[in-house]
């Protein structure tokens, strides 16, 4: 009994042992498209039933691309494309579901010209980035602001800089919870949002 509970003792230390910071997994990209085929008899019985998952090819992701964010192609018109990045310094940065454009700008406590539209995304092979922002404690916020997040929508056609994502047609399309960083005079954060949905 003795030479058993050694045994389950030095488990127990082995797996201590096992460092608790273990590297991160990189989460596999999922953007596909699926296909189901039936086959039934005249009796509208199911047969057969097939489910099929396929990768978007390029052209694909890169037609979805420029349909969603303002760049150098005229094929939607740019007041409803994605075109601004616009920072808060809410205590709480919701990055949930159900988060607007409305409660993004009503969490965030800056008045000031917070958001900087009008951005010509580069898109290519399915990713689009905004390139680096510059935000400024002299053009954006007052010195001393905390930045502690961003959330990526539109301009309505306000140009840049200006206060609050728009509420106009275009949605929120994404809010990034981000680390702290404390503006103070004299300086600035650059900010570069890439959406990348390649395969």
């Given at each position: 009994m003795?030479?058993?509970?050694?045994?389950?003792?030095?488990?127990?230390?082995?797996?201590?042992?096992?460092?608790?910071?273990?590297?991160?997994?990189v989460?596999?990209?999922?953007?596909?498209?699926?296909?189901?085929v039936?086959?039934?008899?005249?009796?509208?019985?199911?047969?057969?039933?097939?489910?099929?998952?396929?990768?978007?090819?390029?052209?694909?992701e890169?037609?979805?691309?420029?349909?969603?964010?303002?760049?150098?192609?005229?094929?939607?018109?740019?007041?409803?494309?994605?075109n601004?990045?616009?920072?808060?310094?809410?205590?709480?940065?919701?990055?949930?579901?159900?988060?607007?454009a409305?409660?993004?700008?009503?969490?965030?406590?800056?008045?000031?010209n917070?958001?900087?539209?009008?951005?010509?995304?580069?898109t290519?092979?399915g990713?689009?980035?905004?390139?680096?922002?510059?935000?400024?404690?002299?053009?954006?916020?007052?010195?001393?602001?905390?930045?502690t997040?961003?959330?990526?929508c539109?301009?309505?056609?306000?140009g840049?800089?200006?206060?609050?994502?728009?509420?106009?047609?275009?949605?929120?399309l994404?809010?990034?919870?981000?680390?702290n960083?404390?503006v103070?005079?004299?300086?600035?954060?650059?900010?570069?949002?890439?959406?990348?949905?390649?395969?």
């Amino acid at each position: 009994m003795y030479k058993i509970l050694g045994i389950s003792l030095l488990g127990i230390a082995a797996i201590m042992m096992i460092p608790a910071a273990m590297p991160e997994q990189v989460d596999q990209k999922m953007f596909s498209g699926f296909a189901t085929v039936s086959l039934v008899d005249a009796d509208k019985n199911v047969l057969f039933e097939q489910t099929i998952h396929n990768n978007v090819v390029d052209t694909g992701e890169d037609f979805i691309i420029d349909q969603a964010f303002k760049d150098l192609g005229t094929d939607v018109a740019d007041a409803a494309q994605f075109n601004t990045i616009c920072v808060t310094n809410a205590t709480s940065v919701s990055t949930g579901e159900t988060e607007t454009a409305s409660t993004f700008n009503t969490a965030n406590g800056l008045t000031s010209n917070n958001c900087i539209g009008a951005i010509t995304f580069t898109t290519t092979a399915g990713i689009a980035s905004s390139g680096a922002q510059t935000f400024s404690e002299t053009t954006h916020f007052p010195a001393g602001t905390t930045v502690t997040g961003i959330g990526v929508c539109a301009d309505g056609a306000q140009g840049t800089p200006f206060n609050n994502c728009d509420l106009g047609t275009t949605p929120l399309l994404a809010v990034v919870d981000t680390s702290n960083v404390t503006v103070n005079a004299g300086e600035s954060v650059d900010i570069t949002y890439s959406f990348d949905i390649s395969a």
